[in-house]
């Protein structure tokens, strides 16, 4: 299993429950509402500030495996789905980890109340996941295996204030050993979502 370093937690971004919707007799009344209107679910506008084109810099820390660390570089670029009901990523990079290439769609689940993806990738095929969002934050946790051995990989984001920079680590554990963090991410916008490029 490659370590799961694109911003699968960027949409997004991630198998913990979100805290975002209130209860109402175990139904999502805002989502349900909203998708007999047309209209996307509020929580969904947690996801568009992260609509635009960004510049990626993945570094591996130094392991057995890579003694000398390593870097890849590429874009990640996030838009609205049909309707606004996701939002949709496409992810390239190159570097020591070769060359990536994947796609995501993350949307808001009502009945689950929680943000949920599937990412799917030339190098290990597709995922389902759910993220927790906290303001300009988000976290994912997966369960995987690797070589024989059980990995718990967390991956946490935040966004800076501006939303022009996303700060992203992924730490596995393997076997229940205390969690490393393996890669450190830096995500840099060149276009916003209106086509516009920051000042």
């Known amino acids: 299993m490659k370590t799961l370093t694109p911003l699968i937690g960027f949409l997004l971004v991630s198998v913990c429950p979100s805290v975002m919707a209130g209860h109402d007799g175990g139904k999502d009344a805002s989502a349900t509402t909203n998708a007999a209107s047309g209209a996307p679910a509020a929580q969904m506008s947690l996801l568009y500030p992260r609509i635009g084109t960004w510049q990626v810099t993945i570094r591996t820390m130094p392991s057995k495996s890579l003694p000398s660390g390593g870097m890849d ?42 943000f949920k993806s599937v990412w799917c990738d030339n190098m290990q095929g597709c995922l389902e996941f759910t993220t927790e969002v906290d303001g300009n934050s988000w976290t994912v946790e997966l369960d995987g295996e690797a070589n024989g ?51």
């Open 73 to 114: 570089k590429g874009v990640a670029t996030i838009k609205k789905g049909p309707g606004g009901f996701s939002v949709v990523q496409d992810f390239w990079s190159r570097g020591t980890g070769g060359y990536a290439v994947g796609q995501s769609y993350t949307w808001w689940d009502g009945n689950a109340k929680a």
């Open 149 to 199: 051995e059980k990995v718990h990989t967390t991956i946490r984001a935040t966004m800076s204030p501006n939303h022009n920079a996303i700060h992203e680590e992924v730490a596995n554990s393997y076997n229940g050993s205390p969690a490393k963090t393996e890669t450190v991410s830096e995500y840099k916008r060149v276009v916003s979502g209106a086509g516009q490029t920051p000042q």
